[in-house]
Nanobody
Framework: QVQLVESGGGLVQPGGSLRLSCAASRSVGRIDVMGWYRQAPGKQREMVARITRAGITVYGDSVKGRFTISGDNAKNTVALQMNSLKPEDTAVYYC????????????WGQGTLVTVSS
């Protein structure tokens, strides 16, 4: 069974940095889009950042200029570098992968907790 495995969450002080990583547990062939979403307690899941196979990126408004997403097509991996972290960034972060051919496939990781607190 294909899974997305995340790593890198933890506790960090405000202003600090963390790097999240995500990898597919086995090859699924072509992945077209990978990204990160997050869900804070009592809130809906929101998009943090996404990257296409062509390297096109999109960021949520609240993280622009602070977070950077990067991907490796050959390895089906994606990373999220998070800088200048704020308490409001505290959430469970989920990795996501989408493939559009031959049929639509969406995968989710199990989630990794990021806590920003002094």
């Amino acid at each position: 069974q294909v899974q997305l495995v995340e790593s890198g969450g933890g506790l960090v002080q405000p202003g600090g940095s963390l790097r999240l990583s995500c990898a597919a547990s086995r090859s699924v062939g072509r992945i077209d889009v990978m990204g990160w979403y997050r869900q804070a307690p009592g809130k809906q899941r929101e998009m943090v950042a996404r990257i296409t196979r062509a390297g096109i990126t999109v960021y949520g408004d609240s993280v622009k200029g602070r977070f950077t997403i990067s991907g490796d097509n050959a390895k089906n991996t994606v990373a999220l570098q998070m800088n200048s972290l704020k308490p409001e960034d505290t959430a469970v972060y989920y990795c996501n992968a989408e493939a559009f051919e031959p049929s639509y496939l969406a995968l989710w990781g199990q989630g990794t907790l990021v806590t920003v607190s002094s």
